[in-house]
């Protein structure tokens, strides 16, 4: 099930993000990070395994890749990082990189599948 963001610009605060729990607000920042090969947002794909907000308001992202020989295994997970450290109500971020569970297409949620034919 997929919700309208409230702002015009995913990641971008619109004017009920102040209401929205900060794990929400991290997740609709995820979506706006995308494997360059692939058309769908990396939250859809499957490749985030957790999401965790901690006492200070320190988050906790694990991921995955679609392969460990991924070619943006070294640009992605510090670009995921600094864009939740950047939002507002966030102290820290840290993104935890994992290939456990590798990650299947089985993963990805309803509207991925049909995005990339998979249906």
């Known amino acids: ?18 209401v929205k729990p900060l794990r929400d607000r991290v997740i609709d920042v995820l979506k706006t990070c995308y494997d360059p090969e692939i058309p769908v947002d990396i ?11 901690d006492p200070g308001n320190d988050i906790y992202i694990k991921m995955t890749l679609t392969s460990p020989a991924c070619p943006v ?13 950047g939002m507002p ?3 820290n971020a840290k993104v935890e990189l994992t290939f456990e569970p590798p990650w299947e ?10 995005e990339l034919g998979f249906w």
């Open 1 to 18: 099930m997929t919700t309208e963001p409230t702002s015009p610009t995913p990641g971008v605060p619109g004017p009920d993000d102040s």
């Open 105 to 114: 297409k089985d993963m990805m949620s309803e509207e991925a599948r049909m």
């Open 89 to 91: 109500d966030v102290n």
């Open 73 to 85: 295994a070294e640009t992605l997970p510090p670009e995921v990082e600094q864009k939740v450290k």
């Open 43 to 53: 939250y859809e794909l499957g490749l985030i395994y957790e999401v965790r907000v």
